[in-house]
Structure formats: C-alpha cells, structure tokens
C-alpha cells in the first residue's frame, strides 16, 4: 500500500488579511478611537473539534482513520479533537469590544490523522491553520489554510462563526465549513473533489485582553448605540416607523450525502445582509429556547428554507424541498451599526451559515410548523418540544429528515435547466423578495457524487452568478405580459395572507394547437391554495394533460375535470400547495391564447377566491342555441 506523508517538521506561516468594511467605526467621535482601533487582542492554545462527514466521504472512496469509532450516518455526533499548541496563536481586531478581523497568526495542532484512498494513504500530521486570504469567505471575519510542515495547503476553513466569550476570555469559532484544496484534490488524483465541504469543524481558543483593558462601544455616551436597538415599527430619527429589510445576498449548494436508493440530500451555504440605514430596524437573532427577549417577548429568530428546480419541456417544476433551518446567532461583519450583541442583526451587518451547519440536526425541523407571512413558531410544543417541556428534547435523524432530499432520476438530464434557490423567512421583513436569490446550476454526476457548478445567468451581461427573488423570476419574469411571445406573469399579494406568483408559458405547436404550461407558487400564503381554475370551452380539445407536484407519489396528484368552459384542478386532502411550494400543470388544446384570470381558492380561509391576471385559451361566445354548431347558415 502506498503512503503519501505529509509532515517533517513545523514552519510558523502567517498571511495578512484585510479588514472588513466596518461602517460604523465612522459614526464614533472618541478620544480613544486611535487606540481601540489599533490594539488587538491574542487568543493561543484550546483545542479544535474536527467532525467529518464520514459518508460522502466514503461515496468518494475514502475512508478516515485514526479519528476512532464514528456512525457516518450521525456526524455531528462525532467528536475527533486535536489540541491547539501554546505558541503563536491569532491576533485580533476587536475595536470597541467588537471583533471584526483576525490580522495574522497561526494554530499548530496536536495528532493528525490519514485518509485511505484505494491503495494509497495520507498522513495528515504537523498540521497548522493559518489565517489566510485566499482562505477567506468574502463575509467572514478570517479564513484558515489547514497546511503541513512544507506549507502545502490541505483544506480551507470558512463561513466561521466567530465570538467574544470574554466573561471567560474565550474566543469561539464554530461551525466552519472545512472544504478540500486543489492541491490535495490533486494529490488524491481527483481535482473534480477541489472545493467540496467534506467537514465541520469548531475551535475554543484562550482570549488575551488588553492589559488597559478596552472601552466598550456601549459605553460610548451619544455614540450610534445610543437609543438600540431600535425594533420594526418604533419611531426612528426621522420620526418615522423603522422598517426591517433583510436581504439573501449569496448562496452554494452542494450534494451534502448519499441516501441510497436512488436519493441524495442537497444543502446550502447562505450569507445574508440587513441592508437598512441607521434609520432601519435592528432584527432579533435568538436561538431557540433560550428565553424570551423583546420586542416580541419570544426567542425571535430567522427560518432558512431552499428548493430545487428545473425546467424541462416547457415546464417549471420544483424537484427538492428542504425543511426549516433555525437560525441561532449572527456574526455582524462589515456593519454600518454594531452594538456588540450577536442575537441582533444590526443594520449593515452581514452574516454566513455554511454547509455543515445549514445541515445540523438540532437546528433543522418541519416547515409546517412556520406561519410564513407572519414569520411566527411556536416553540413549545413543537416537532424540538414534543412534550412541552420548554426545553429542546428531540432532533432531525442524522440522515434525511428535514433535509431537502432529490431524487437522482431528475438529475443531469439532457435540454433541462436547473435552479436552486434559498429564503430567510424573517418576522417584519418589508421585502420577502430581496430576502430570496436563487442561482442556475449544471448538476452531473461525476463518477461517484453529484456536482453542482454554478452558471452564469447572463454570460453576455457579465452579471453575478447570484440574483434575488424566487427561481420562478428566470421562468417568467415577474409582473409581466408578453400576449405574443406567450409568456406572463403575475406576482399577487392577498392583504393579511401572503405572496404567491402565477405564470405561464404558451407554446404554438404549429398545428392548430397550443401548449399551455401554467405554474403556480405559494411564497407565504399561509390559508394554503386548493383548487386553480382555468377558463376553457366546453368545445375545446383537451389532451396531454401533466401535473408535477414535489413528489413521485401519484396517488396524491390534483384531480382535473373539463366541465362548465372551466378546466378545474382539485388537491386531494394534504397536497394543497403550501408555503415555500410551487407545482405545475400542463395540457394542450386547440383554443388560441388570450388575456384572461385564472380563479385561484384558498383552503384555511373558508373557501376565499382570487384572481391571476395571465394567459388562458379563448373561451369564445358561449350560446345554447346550437342551431350554427356546424357552421353552416340558411340564408331567406
């Protein structure tokens, strides 16, 4: 069996990084302003906890040794620790009592372990992190390079959650995200594996304050703390109702594990931003039965939820749907105001959940236990507190539940086009579209796993990769009419129940006849939709008709009948189309497009009917006197 070392002796590296925007240190007028800024803080020795993802590790064909007994099927269970070293370590800035960078240092570690790989294996020992920009997620405030002794990099660490224990002079750096370098890609001989997140890993540093201790930012009298935080709806500066507005501004998904029988689970990376002023609204950030704190006398905290999706044959259909993400705590980077308080998001302030942690069987539960308009949960009982107890006693399984599971037959298939999209579901947000993005992906498999590569939406305009709003906006665009070109769209919000989105495409098949390719989804209309209508001529063919929900059970698909010139789809109990859902229906006829409404019935609402303004077949003159049903006249 051939061995591939990778150690000798260790060499202390460090690599600058650069400070992130930090917006809020211009609001302060201090005397101590120079100094808070300039001095850093050391944090030295602790331990680093590395939990690998032992089953897409072994889809891959490796297998970890030397990390002791481990259930692949229950990683966050596994605890694989190596000791930090009591020399170098990290300096901090932390201005104000606020960290917002990781200037230089390194972590040397204790023990190592291998990876087998066919007949090879790899000796990971004399490890160091180092800190190091390449390493780093735009929106955390450092990245690692885990190296050896000859300062080959073997993994990077980002999207860390990163706080200030300083009650107990601790530094913690949780849930980073621990992905493959093309430099050990190459090493296994799979380059295709550079970049994948393969583990999770936390760290507990010793903190060093400064001997003259610091001043905190709230101490600060008239500083831009003054009055925070200011919560939705209370008076600000202006004299106006403060607005929360929350934005998704980037996404990455990746195959997370194999699930056998033909199923994978997919999950995301997810960095969000509270993009208001100073005048906007702080956002409350709680974790879950951790007591009850204003403004809304709960643990408030965001709900992350993604989705996947495709195009094929005219359709678009939703193929993946994830449960609830609870969001627990908030780094707050590159702030225009920041208090110091990681269970607020202040404005500005911008925030990273990586892949292993948007995969935690304790923070992950059901989605129907959300009011999505509202964004409201009720923790006890709930699916975390089945009993009541007030107190988190039950968890997702280590495997699928509450993940977004894909089935692999409607992967990588020819003339489709996929999109995968995430949504932070936030009490108060003035704009759940800004709070949505979505990027295009090509999914293939590549031997042993699926890869997901992000495409560029517009390559002629060099846009980003990523675009806010729902999947659907690249379907059709929103709030459109294109009578001509087949196409429209409309965006409805039902006044004190939620969004939704109607869309269709035409199709002329050159023949007489029209392929209608309609698609509705439910953004947060918490009533649920349980029938849709469609205006169509008794006299009108109806043929081909397709019906997609998110499932492969047709036992559970909405009925349709062709009766009254009205084409009428019924959900059987338990299949209504939910919040965060989208399903769609498709038939053809011969009946010409036109203007026309498709009728739209709630379900939790008794019965409440709307309208989409979109396309539908001409329903032409209806006359019960059949006298010309043959088209001929008798001329007197």
């Known amino acids: 069996m051939k061995k591939i070392y990778l150690l000798t002796i260790l060499v202390l590296m460090t690599h600058g990084t650069v400070q992130a925007n930090e917006t809020w240190l211009d609001y302060i007028n201090d005397p101590s302003k120079q100094n808070e800024t300039n001095q850093r ?46 020399i170098g370590g990290l300096s901090l800035k932390v201005p104000y009592g606020n960290l917002t960078g990781i200037d230089k240092g390194s972590f040397s570690l204790k023990g190592g372990f291998e990876w087998q790989l066919n007949d090879q294996v790899i000796q990971f020992k004399g490890l160091s992190l180092v800190a ?43 849930n980073m995200d621990v992905s493959i370098s093309a430099q050990l890609a190459e090493t296994l001989n799979q380059p295709r594996l550079a970049g994948l997140v393969v583990a999770q890993a936390h760290i507990q540093s010793n ?130 105001i920041n208090c110091g308080n990681a269970h607020i998001l202040w404005p500005g302030c911008e925030d990273v959940y990586g892949t292993g942690n948007n995969d935690s069987p304790r923070d992950l539960g059901p989605r129907e236990e959300i009011t999505a308009f509202t964004g409201d949960w009720i923790e006890s009982p709930s699916f975390f507190d089945p009993a009541g107890v007030g107190s988190q006693t039950n968890n997702s399984n280590g495997t699928d539940e509450n993940r977004m599971v894909v089935a692999e037959a409607k992967l990588g298939q020819s003339n489709t086009e996929y999109y995968a999209s995430s949504w932070y579901v936030i009490k108060d947000d003035i704009d759940i579209y800004n709070s949505m993005g979505y990027n295009q992906y090509d999914i293939a498999f590549n031997g042993s796993s699926w890869s997901f590569t992000k495409l560029d939406l517009d390559p002629g305009a060099g846009t980003s990769l990523f675009e806010n709003g729902p999947a659907s906006d690249q379907y059709v665009s929103p709030n459109s009419f294109d009578l001509a070109a087949g196409m429209a769209s409309q965006r409805i919000l039902e006044i004190g129940e939620g969004h939704l989105t109607v869309a269709v495409k035409v199709i002329d098949n050159m023949d007489g006849t029209y392929r209608y ?112 049903e043959n088209g001929f006249e008798t001329l007197n």
């Open 207 to 336: 903190l060093t304050l400064p001997l003259k201790g610091y001043v905190d930012v709230n101490n600060l009298g008239g500083g831009s703390c003054a009055g925070r935080p200011l919560w939705p709806g209370e008076l600000n500066s202006l004299n106006q109702p403060a607005e929360a507005d929350v934005a998704l501004i980037d996404m990455r998904m990746q195959q997370q594990r194999d699930l056998g029988g033909g199923n994978i689970v997919v999950t995301p990376s997810a960095t969000l931003k509270n993009v208001g002023g100073i005048d906007h609204a702080d956002v409350a950030w709680h974790t879950k039965f951790s007591g009850t704190f204003d403004p809304y006398n709960n643990a408030q905290h965001p709900f992350l939820v993604w989705n996947l999706y495709r195009e094929i044959d005219g359709r678009f259909e939703q193929i993946g749907v994830s449960g609830v993400k609870h969001a627990f705590l908030t780094i707050n980077i590159s702030c225009t």
């Open 41 to 86: 803080w050391q944090a030295d020795g602790g331990e680093m906890n590395l939990l690998f993802f032992y089953g897409m590790l072994e889809v891959h064909g490796i297998k970890v040794n030397g990390t002791g007994k481990y259930d692949k099927n229950n990683w966050q269970q596994n605890d694989f620790i190596l000791p930090i070293q009591n």
């Open 132 to 174: 190091a920009e390449t390493a780093k997620h735009k929106n955390d405030v450092v990245g690692f390079n885990l190296i050896n002794d000859q300062g080959d990099v073997l993994f990077k660490l980002d999207h860390i959650h990163a706080t200030l224990d300083k009650k107990r002079n601790l530094l913690n750096m949780k």
């Open 517 to 628: 390719n309609y698609m509705v989804e439910n953004h947060d209309y918490d009533p649920q939709v349980q029938t849709i209508a469609v205006p169509l001529g008794d006299i009108a063919t109806m043929t081909n008709f397709v019906f997609a929900d998110t499932d492969d059970n047709s036992a559970n698909d909405w009925t349709v009948t062709h009766a009254n010139n009205v084409l009428t789809l019924q959900a059987p109990a338990g299949n209504e189309i939910d919040w965060g859902i989208l399903y769609s229906f498709s038939f053809t006829t011969d009946a010409v497009p036109e203007a026309g409404d498709l009728m739209l019935t709630g379900m939790e609402n008794g019965g409440s009917q709307f309208n989409a303004s979109v396309i539908t077949p001409f329903l032409g003159p209806i006359n019960d006197d059949l006298i010309f």
